[in-house]
């Protein structure tokens, strides 16, 4: 996905780092403001994986770190719940001043009531979604509970949070007791999507419960079930993402499908870690990936698999298409296809012209009323397939690189 950094500053004047992650080669559909945890970063593995899924779907996210996290300046310490939704209504500012106001706001945590409060400050905002979100602020507070007695006596502690030590003021606690979320929930008046694990050991199940029974329709629930509150399983993280950008197609208004900003059918872009490479096929986002034990996330096909996908859809529209044209009773086709060569071996031998892939096992499977004499000429127009008479081919594929900074 394409990302870049940005920063924009808050009412305070600190200035915010973010990151702005855009759809690939296309103008998105929407923009949608993240939210992260409590003490927590933009460049959690939570946060990036829930907005690659997002921008595959055609929405662009701004994530960034509150005041005092991460890469944002200011002091962590003089912040508070308020001056999180502060800067959440920032965030919005600078997308509607410098792109687009975005449309959803997202959060996870701590982060989802913030988001919740800021929403509720902002017309352009018509969709909300909370993962892991506490029904009241306040809750937060047993992370700090050795230490509340310290911090209401002397006016801060030091505490330790994900084994980091942060400075807690008492002010932080008096500005948290003071937020009626339920009321703000209820008024909202825009669609809310509640996520939420049923195992979830930091924030119960029970607050997501709260939240939707107090909430107003549109509202939604989508359980989360095995996952933990952090989303550290980056396919539990990846399948929010794919959801909150279902769901919120319904709820928000969309322009019309743009078309690519590019000259070429197929773009495919990979950044430098990793191998999940983004595609965009037309107006279709794809994903291709490796195995988990080649160093991938195994988020989608190989390369390999994708070529043999194309040569198996290929084939049994072929069938199709011919079928009907002589009106023979061919109710269904699946084509089998393997193969035994690892693209990221290949890949890494990439010098030697004889390391491909030369052969395709392709098994045909047919159902229908066909006789003999039908299924050996389906055969022969498997053989004339376009990707199969490409493949067969000695196809030429110029290339040029071109450079941007």
Same mark, same amino acid.
Request: glycine share 6%; aromatic share 8%; proline share 3%.
């Given at each position: 996905?394409?990302?870049?950094?940005?920063?924009?500053?808050?009412?305070?004047?600190?200035?915010?780092?973010?990151?702005?992650?855009?759809?690939?080669?296309?103008?998105?559909?929407?923009?949608?403001?993240?939210?992260?945890?409590?003490?927590?970063?933009?460049?959690?593995?939570?946060?990036?994986?829930?907005?690659?899924?997002?921008?595959?779907?055609?929405?662009?996210?701004?994530?960034?770190?509150?005041?005092?996290?991460?890469?944002?300046?200011?002091?962590?310490?003089?912040?508070?719940?308020?001056?999180?939704?502060?800067?959440?209504?920032?965030?919005?500012?600078?997308?509607?001043?410098?792109? *687009?106001?975005?449309?959803?706001?997202?959060?996870?945590?701590?982060?989802?009531?913030?988001?919740?409060?800021?929403?509720?400050?902002?017309?352009?905002?018509?969709?909300?979604?909370?993962?892991?979100?506490?029904? *009241?602020?306040?809750?937060?507070? +047993?992370?700090?509970?050795?230490?509340?007695?310290?911090?209401?006596?002397?006016?801060?502690?030091?505490?330790?949070?994900?084994?980091?030590?942060?400075?807690?003021?008492?002010?932080?606690?008096?500005?948290?007791?003071?937020?009626?979320?339920?009321?703000?929930?209820?008024?909202?008046?825009?669609?809310?999507?509640?996520?939420?694990?049923?195992?979830?050991?930091?924030?119960?199940?029970?607050?997501?419960?709260?939240?939707?029974?107090?909430?107003?329709?549109?509202?939604?629930?989508?359980?989360?079930?095995?996952?933990?509150?952090?989303?550290?399983?980056?396919?539990?993280?990846?399948?929010?993402?794919?959801?909150?950008?279902?769901?919120?197609?319904?709820?928000?208004?969309?322009?019309?499908?743009?078309?690519?900003?590019? +000259?070429?059918?197929?773009?495919?872009?990979? *950044?430098?870690?990793?191998?999940?490479?983004?595609?965009?096929?037309?107006?279709?986002?794809?994903?291709?990936?490796?195995?988990?034990?080649?160093?991938?996330?195994?988020?989608?096909?190989?390369?390999?698999?994708?070529?043999?996908?194309?040569?198996?859809?290929?084939?049994?529209?072929?069938?199709?298409?011919?079928?009907?044209?002589?009106?023979?009773?061919?109710?269904?086709?699946?084509? +089998?296809?393997?193969?035994?060569?690892?693209?990221?071996?290949?890949?890494?031998?990439?010098?030697?012209?004889?390391?491909?892939?030369?052969?395709?096992?392709?098994?045909?499977?047919?159902?229908?009323?066909?006789?003999?004499?039908?299924?050996?000429?389906?055969?022969?127009?498997?053989?004339?397939?376009?990707?199969?008479?490409?493949?067969?081919?000695?196809?030429?594929?110029?290339?040029?690189?071109? +450079?941007?900074?």
């Amino acid at each position: 996905m394409p990302s870049k950094k940005v920063e924009f500053v808050n009412t305070n004047g600190y200035k915010l780092s973010a990151r702005l992650e855009m759809p690939l080669t296309k103008t998105p559909d929407a923009y949608a403001v993240f939210a992260h945890v409590f003490t927590g970063s933009k460049s959690l593995s939570a946060t990036r994986h829930i907005s690659r899924a997002l921008t595959l779907n055609g929405i662009a996210v701004l994530r960034f770190d509150f005041t005092g996290l991460g890469e944002s300046e200011g002091d962590f310490s003089d912040t508070n719940f308020s001056s999180n939704v502060e800067d959440l209504l920032a965030a919005s500012k600078f997308l509607s001043d410098n792109y *687009e106001a975005p449309k959803i706001m997202i959060g996870h945590s701590l982060g989802g009531a913030a988001s919740v409060f800021a929403a509720s400050q902002l017309d352009n905002i018509q969709a909300v979604a909370t993962v892991g979100t506490p029904s *009241e602020p306040e809750h937060v507070t +047993h992370l700090l509970e050795s230490k509340i007695e310290d911090i209401e006596r002397t006016g801060l502690a030091n505490v330790n949070i994900g084994g980091q030590t942060f400075t807690i003021k008492k002010q932080f606690l008096d500005d948290l007791r003071g937020k009626n979320m339920y009321e703000i929930v209820k008024n909202l008046n825009k669609a809310i999507l509640v996520l939420h694990s049923p195992q979830d050991r930091v924030v119960g199940i029970e607050n997501a419960a709260k939240i939707y029974k107090t909430a107003m329709h549109p509202k939604s629930f989508v359980t989360l079930n095995n996952a933990n509150h952090m989303l550290t399983d980056k396919n539990d993280a990846f399948y929010v993402g794919n959801m909150i950008a279902t769901w919120a197609k319904r709820y928000v208004d969309l322009p019309k499908k743009s078309e690519l900003k590019t +000259h070429k059918q197929v773009v495919a872009m990979l *950044e430098n870690s990793g191998f999940t490479t983004d595609i965009m096929a037309g107006r279709h986002g794809l994903i291709a990936d490796e195995s988990e034990n080649l160093g991938g996330n195994d988020f989608g096909p190989s390369p390999y698999e994708l070529l043999n996908s194309s040569l198996a859809a290929c084939t049994a529209m072929t069938l199709q298409m011919y079928a009907r044209r002589k009106k023979w009773d061919l109710q269904e086709v699946k084509v +089998h296809l393997s193969f035994d060569r690892s693209y990221r071996e290949d890949c890494e031998h990439c010098e030697e012209k004889d390391r491909r892939l030369e052969t395709f096992d392709r098994e045909i499977e047919i159902k229908g009323d066909l006789d003999q004499t039908q299924i050996d000429r389906l055969m022969e127009i498997a053989d004339r397939c376009p990707v199969h008479r490409t493949l067969e081919a000695s196809a030429n594929i110029t290339t040029k690189i071109t +450079h941007s900074e």
